[in-house]
T-cell receptor, first 111, second 113 residues
Framework: SQQGEEDPQALSIQEGENATMNCSYKTSINNLQWYRQNSGRGLVHLILIRSNEREKHSGRLRVTLDTSKKSSSLLITASRAADTASYFC???????????FGAGTQVVVTP | DTEVTQTPKHLVMGMTNKKSLKCEQHMGHRAMYWYKQKAKKPPELMFVYSYEKLSINESVPSRFSPECPNSSLLNLHLHALQPEDSALYLCASSQSGGWETQYFGPGTRLLVL
């Protein structure tokens, strides 16, 4: 069963705008990860945030984690057409031995 | 080298065929994974190998048979598949455990006729 739910399911923005997507989960975790998938290709790891961290940055990406609300957000600033992809959050715990993926957010960035 | 390779890229097979998917990584990772992904859905975990031993089997039908010949290679043997098994099959690896960053291959697009 899916641990994470993502919101929105789809997002359409113009180049230069910011894109924000949210992930909620149900049980305690060790870390939360975000992955990007371009159409029909493999997933690419974007960022990992541990349960004792609140915010993390990587280039144009900003991830927040609120363990009290069991939620995370991914912000992509100054989006580009190349950011068009599906974005998945994935939660993990050393007890599960695996990642639990959310349903994903499809992002379309138009020039 | 942070690459996971998968062959073939595309595969078309009949329901009576036997075929294999191959995955290789040279990052020294000791955990490897097979996922199945349908269109517009997240990846679904099928199998996990940890230190070359099968550690997780997510109740996958026996027509899918994984094999880990060594720490760099992972195979998925396919036999008597059904049309509903058509999907993108992804291989991934991580340093030692499933809670870590996983590195994914480009996938094999499988069509079962």
């Amino acid at each position: 069963s899916q641990q994470g739910e993502e919101d929105p399911q789809a997002l359409s923005i113009q180049e230069g705008e910011n894109a924000t997507m949210n992930c909620s989960y149900k049980t305690s975790i060790n870390n939360l990860q975000w992955y990007r998938q371009n159409s029909g290709r493999g997933l690419v790891h974007l960022i990992l945030i541990r349960s004792n961290e609140r915010e993390k940055h990587s280039g144009r990406l900003r991830v927040t984690l609120d363990t009290s609300k069991k939620s995370s957000s991914l912000l992509i600033t100054a989006s580009r057409a190349a950011d068009t992809a599906s974005y998945f959050c994935a939660t993990s715990s050393v007890f599960w031995g695996k990642l639990q993926f959310g349903a994903g957010t499809q992002v379309v960035v138009t020039p | 080298d942070t690459e996971v390779t998968q062959t073939p890229k595309h595969l078309v097979m009949g329901m009576t065929n036997k075929k294999s998917l191959k995955c290789e990584q040279h990052m020294g990772h000791r955990a490897m994974y097979w996922y199945k992904q349908k269109a517009k859905k997240p990846p679904e975990l099928m199998f996990v190998y940890s230190y070359e031993k099968l550690s997780i089997n997510e109740s996958v039908p026996s027509r899918f048979s994984p094999e880990c010949p060594n720490s760099s290679l992972l195979n998925l043997h396919l036999h008597a598949l059904q049309p509903e098994d058509s999907a993108l099959y992804l291989c991934a690896s991580s340093q030692s455990g499933g809670w870590e960053t996983q590195y994914f291959g480009p996938g094999t697009r499988l069509l079962v006729l």
